[in-house]
Structures are given as C-alpha cells and as structure tokens.
C-alpha cells in the first residue's frame, strides 16, 4: 500500500508542474573584445576614438550592447478566437568592449582596469533593460485573445503594435541612461578623466 501512495504523488508531480513557467528561461551574455593599442591612458582612450564600435551616425563609442532575441510561440484556436498560449524568449546578449592588445606597466594597468570595470558595468545596465523588456512583452503577450481570429492573423498584428511600443520604451531608456552617465561630471565622463589623466 505504501509503495502505490508514492507513486500516486508521484504522478501528480509530474502531472502538475509549476504554474509560472516564464521564469524558466535566461539570457546568454557574451563579451566580444575589440584590440586597441597604447602605453598611458590618453593613448589607450584615443585607441578607443579610432577603433571603437561605430554607434549609428554619432561616431564612434567606447563600448556597445547588442543582442538578438528570437521567440518559440504557441497559439491555439478556442472557439473562433485565437490565443497565444506560450511565448519562450532566446536572448543574446553581446557586450562590445576594448581590451589592450599589449601589457601595460603597473600604474597605467591600475587605471585601466578601473576604468574598463566602470564600462562593462554601464554596459550590464543595458543589458539590465533589454532583460527586462523581453519579460514585459512576456507579460503584455502570453495569454493575449483576439477573437474573430480563427487564422490566427489579426492576433500578429496586435502583438506587433505592442512589441513596437516596448521596444521604443527600451530604446529610450536606454538613451536616457546614456546621456545621465556619459554627461559632463557623469560616471563614464569621471572614469575617462581618471584613465587618461593616470589618477
């Protein structure tokens, strides 16, 4: 008797699994060096200036974030309505940052690391809102109705209106967050003054 009581709990584990299932998925984050070449900080930082990512028409920026995000949906037709019934995320997420090509003597290399952890960390910060916009159109997608929509077409344009709307929210946060840190007297502004002037 006791042995059909476990496996009757079980069954209804296996047959009830837990009911959030969007926390189940997480982003991969890389980090995609780009060479520069210098001895003090000043040459490290103009390094920057000539081989840095290019950032649409504004030049070019000391590091960037990009990512790729693709999705696995389930939709389902009940009655003549169709739902989205699921919605997997796969996020990639690559942090473009400088690395010296050579070693660097000890003072300098004290400045730099400094200076390159300031970056990466902005950079997590972007990373940081592109995580979080992919949770909110999770949120604003899965389970979504559209009624009269047997073919399941009206529903892909409902959620290209909504995807359009969070990802210009994501952008402008992100811009937002750029023009805080980078501003004169801001954290990326402080840790460029102490790179090359070797505080």
Not at 46 to 59: D, F, H, T
Not at 88 to 95: F, V
Not at 157 to 168: C, I, K, N, Q
Request: charged content about 25%; some cysteine; proline content about 5%.
């Amino acid at each position: 008797m006791k042995i059909d009581v476990r496996l009757c709990l079980l069954a209804a584990c296996l047959a009830f699994p837990p009911m959030d299932t969007r926390a189940e998925w997480q982003a991969v984050e890389k980090v995609q060096p780009y060479a520069i070449a210098g001895r003090s900080g000043a040459e490290l930082y103009a390094s920057i200036g000539e081989r840095g990512p290019k950032a649409g028409g504004l030049g070019r920026a000391i590091a960037h974030t990009n990512f790729k995000l693709t999705w696995t949906r389930k939709y389902e037709v009940q009655g003549d309505a169709c739902v989205l019934v699921s919605a997997r995320p796969k996020l990639i997420i690559t942090y473009t940052l400088p690395k010296p090509s050579e070693p660097l003597a000890v003072d300098t290399k004290k400045n730099w690391e400094a200076f390159s952890a300031g970056v990466h960390k902005h950079e997590l910060v972007h990373g940081d809102h592109i995580k979080d916009m992919v949770k909110k159109i999770e949120a604003a997608t899965v389970g979504l109705t559209v009624p009269a929509d047997p073919d399941c077409k009206k529903i892909k344009t409902e959620m290209t209106t909504r995807l359009g709307a969070l990802s210009r929210a994501q952008r402008q946060q992100s811009r937002d967050f750029d023009r805080m840190d980078l501003s004169d007297g801001g954290n990326i502004h402080q840790l460029i003054l102490a790179l090359v002037n070797g505080h």
